[in-house]
């Protein structure tokens, strides 16, 4: 198998590890005998077994079944994987419909919620993987799902080449990343950069690559974890953690979710990008807080990037000022670690629980958790 490495950029926009290159010559490893048709059989337990697929084999039955008889999207992702363990495996992969999966269609029945490509692979993966794997592959599905664009670079050369079982369509189709999991978030920002109608037939031949692109990445990641090989190249937005450092379960505990926070919210702490799309470039932390959580003194490690007038104070969670540690006093560049013996400005020792302090250097702010116990 051609294996090489992609960069961040190419990973976006060709929505693969791997460069075209077929997982040829897979034996069928038969775990669970092939049956006569029409043998009385009992169902086992999940997962059931899985062997290595071909993954370009799967963009192409994807893409067909989003097709077939109109089934759209969920189905078409959860039949590819499916139809080929029938072939590989037999039972009792040959015992199962998939024609259920059609609930999924346009985020549950044109709802707009999950896109039903993700729901297909999700359900597939779930059965032919354990929890732990399901849900550690299916993290990093749901996460390259918000970065890629669309159709990728793969899907629109075997449309145009005619490579696709299904080639009533074989233009160059515009491509855009959605930075979220949602079938109306998907759609609509496709729909408005390629600037056609949602309901049009380019509409849906993006979505049928779409299901192509998701399926066989959806392949890809399990066969890497059956090789032991499998390595996440999703890279979560700053933004999350940063939301969630005061809205997560350690926080004001109020909120659950791992998509991109701003993207519907916005910012009410006005120090994010103003744009969803800037703050899904990673930025490196610049400062960290040892030890934690402490007894009754910490010490708070900055980074200032460049000398400055710093200002540093701690916040209760409701983001009331607790203690000034550094008003405005010039600083070099460079680390520097402060203090605070966890009491307030009027010097009173602070009830234990969770704290933040910001940090601001010129421009630069930054806002940390910090524990007190
Ligand atoms: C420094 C801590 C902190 C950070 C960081 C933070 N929040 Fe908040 N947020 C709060 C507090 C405190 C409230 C008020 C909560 C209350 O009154 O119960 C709040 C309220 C909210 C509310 C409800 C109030 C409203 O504005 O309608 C939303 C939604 C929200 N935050 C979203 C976000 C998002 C999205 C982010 C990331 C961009 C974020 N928060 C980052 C502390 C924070
Ligand atoms: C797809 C859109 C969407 C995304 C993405 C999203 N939210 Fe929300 N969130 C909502 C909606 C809609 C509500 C309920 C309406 C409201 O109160 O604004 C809500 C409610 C909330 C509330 C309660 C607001 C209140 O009034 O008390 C908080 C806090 C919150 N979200 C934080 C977050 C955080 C943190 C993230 C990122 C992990 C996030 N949200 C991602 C749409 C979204």
Redesign the pocket.
Known sequence: MEQRVLSRKEFLRTGAKLAVGLTAGIGAMTLFPKRAAGAPSTIPDLPWPYVELDVEEARRRGHQGFYCSDRACSYGAFHAIISMLREEVGEPYTLMPTGFLEWGRGGAWGWGTLCGALTGALTAMNICRGKSTASKLGDELLGWYTQVEFPTDISNRYAAEGRFYDTRNRDEQVQSMCGSPLCHISVNTWVAAANVDATGPERRERCGRLTGDVVAYAVQIMNDDLKDSFAPLYVAPA?VA??M???GRD??N??LGKFE??Q??????G??ANNWRESLAPTHAAGGHYPVPFIPRTTIRVTIPSAGAVWLAV?D???RLVKNLIDLEHFAQGLHDVSWDGTDNFNERVASGTY?Y?LQVGSHTE?QRIVLV
């Open positions: 933004s940063y939301c450092n005061c809205h926080g004001l109020d909120s926070c701003t519907c919210h916005g910012d009410h702490t120090r994010l916040y969670i409701h983001g933040f910001r806002t």
